[in-house]
């Protein structure tokens, strides 16, 4: 069964830092697209970040450029996304998705999803 799952997410302070990492069951991520979304109350599902299969390339939604980082585990199968200086329009529940167009940053193209982690910037 192929299955993404989600961790890392929780309660920060505007300013601080979360590692969200995406973990894959029933297949690898080593030869697919992955992104990361998000999704807050009211709002649209939208991009945050995606890379690609070779992990050569990547992208970042313009809110978060030079913020946040996603890269892929080495020897895992795993795929990250480092949040630095983390702002309170961040707060969103973040979702990695698997198997979808990068660096075009469409939820409509990926095809397999996690349950998404919760993210709340708070002071």
């Known amino acids: 069964q192929l299955q993404l799952v989600e961790s890392g997410g929780g309660l920060v302070q505007p300013g601080g830092s979360l590692r969200l990492s995406c973990a894959a069951s029933g297949f690898t991520l080593d030869y697919v697209n992955i992104g990361w979304f998000r999704q807050a109350p009211g709002k649209e599902r939208e991009g945050v970040s995606c890379?690609?299969?070779?992990?050569?390339?990547?992208n970042y939604a313009d809110s978060v450029k030079g913020r946040f980082t996603i890269s892929r585990g080495h020897a895992k199968n795993t795929v990250y996304l480092q949040m630095n200086n983390l702002k309170p329009e961040d707060t969103a529940v973040y979702y990695c998705a698997a198997r979808g167009r990068c660096p075009a940053l469409l939820p409509g193209s990926y095809a397999y999803w996690g349950q998404g982690t919760q993210v709340t910037v708070s002071s």
């Open positions: 890379i690609s299969s070779s992990g050569e390339s990547t």
